[in-house]
């Protein structure tokens, strides 16, 4: 099991920028595909951004697509979601997971360890 620990978050308005940072606690970070969700009250999580192990492939849902930037640091065991051109329908708890699979870099159930989450809400 990886224990991953959120960073980053908070209030911006539209037009701003965030970046969100996912702390892994593994020896074999590289192994592991991370995923970044998000959830809004009421809605089943939703993916967001995926990048495998090596950080030689990634995935986007098409409304963040040319707008956010998923990367990853495998010497510091660091995964990052870069968020530029935030929109209010942004808005909502962010989580990053790990999982193990590339095919299921979309599901949230090919994945076996989550972040606590952090917030992001982006003001009109």
């Known amino acids: 099991q990886v224990q991953l620990v959120q960073s980053g978050g908070g209030l911006v308005q539209a037009g701003g920028s965030l970046r969100l940072s996912c702390a892994a606690s593994?020896?074999?970070?590289?192994?592991?595909?991370i995923g970044w969700f998000r959830q809004t009250p009421g809605k089943e999580r939703e993916f967001v951004a995926g990048?495998?192990?090596?950080?030689?492939?990634?995935s986007y849902v098409d409304s963040v697509k040319g707008r956010f930037t998923i990367s990853r640091d495998n010497n510091k065991n660091m995964g990052y979601l870069q968020m530029n051109s935030l929109k209010p329908e942004d808005t909502a708890m962010y989580y990053c997971?790990?999982?193990?699979?590339?095919?299921?870099?979309?599901?949230?159930?090919?994945?076996?360890?989550w972040g606590q989450g952090t917030q992001v809400t982006v003001s009109s």
């Open positions: 593994t020896r074999t970070f590289s192994i592991y595909t």
């Open positions: 997971a790990t999982g193990r699979l590339w095919i299921t870099v979309t599901n949230m159930n090919g994945y076996g360890s």
């Open positions: 990048i495998s192990g090596s950080g030689a492939m990634t």
